[in-house]
């Protein structure tokens, strides 16, 4: 699939809010390990999964059921990481949800419950706690002889399955300066922001640090809070600059180009060469009756064949998306041959845009 996606001259006006990030305005990972419960005997199993029988052993001795000395072997209980995302401002008491994913040998977690289980952030604190029963989006079926997997049944959410326990400290309201990050750092960008914010408050209220980071100064916006100031400056419209990229996915053959991308006149030939080795052994044997022993004598065809190729084509220098496209597409080679394509022109110094290959 040859794909290119053409935009117009100059890009859409963008919110601010859509573009940056406000420095101290951010959320937090939180993370916790804890056991399933309640599994159709498609849980863990204990010998390859002895953590499992550990962090049960714990949350027994901790309900005041003593298990020293005492085997397990339940097959509906599994051992999972819990993740979560804290969001900024969060208040002790909200709720937030989590992503369960089983890390023994569990085959499902359809049905099953996550037992209370503490979720850490990276300084070790424990910032909230989750708990409730897992939706799981895939299903597996087996049988003696096979088995078939549909999605991902070893992992699975619990909507609004956290209480948050703890705050996150943060004063926005003493901020005297604040900071846009850009998701995308570009001077330009960075230069019609400042201006953008400038001409809506009608003075001098912020100032590009670099082409990462344009500051705010929250008191010559002469609004109440740095929230305040906040809400009306992310919603001021501004047109950002970007960058000329050709994007090459190789596993899927997609090709994506944004409409700064340029080329120069250049000369292209490309064709295919294909190398056929096989191995057709034959067996020997001794007439009737006469000593001997059968033999197998080897025989081995090789060949190379190369197929025709575009020969020697003139790709016309393009001065707007659409004539790249037309002029490579012109080439009439297959899009996994177009990546080459590409690479080689580039290679030569005639595509004069961002190379990046996933």
Known sequence: MFLALAGPTLASPVRIKDLVEFDG??????????????????????RNAPFTEEIMANLLERLGVNVNGEQFRPKNV?????????????????RIDVTVSAIGDA??????????????????????????????????????????????????????????EREVEFELSSLTTLRLALRNPDFTTAFRIEGAIN?????????????????????????????????RIENIAVEPERKARVVVDQRSGTIVMGDDVRISRVAVSQGNLTLRVSEAPIAVQPNPFAEGETVVVPRTEAAIEEERGIGLAEVAAGTSLSEVVAGLNALGVSPRDMIDILKSIKAAGALHAEFIVN
């Open 199 to 231: 001409g809506n408050f009608g003075g001098s209220v912020a100032q590009m640090l670099d082409s990462g980071t344009v500051q705010v100064d929250v008191d010559a916006t002469r609004q109440r809070s740095p929230a305040h100031a906040l809400s």
């Open 78 to 94: 599994a051992a999972v990481l819990v993740t979560a995302g804290l969001p900024p401002f969060a208040r002790s008491g909200s």
């Open 107 to 164: 085959k499902s977690l359809l049905g099953g419950t996550l037992i209370m289980t503490p979720l850490n952030a990276a300084d070790g604190q424990i910032y909230a706690v989750a708990q409730g029963t897992i939706i799981a989006g895939g299903v597996t079926a087996q049988g003696e002889a096979g088995s078939v997997t549909q999605g991902v049944p070893t992992a699975g959410a619990i909507p609004a399955g956290a209480y948050v």
């Open 25 to 46: 305005v951010r959320g937090n990972d939180l993370v916790g390990y804890g056991l399933v419960v309640g599994l159709n005997g498609t849980g863990d199993g204990i």
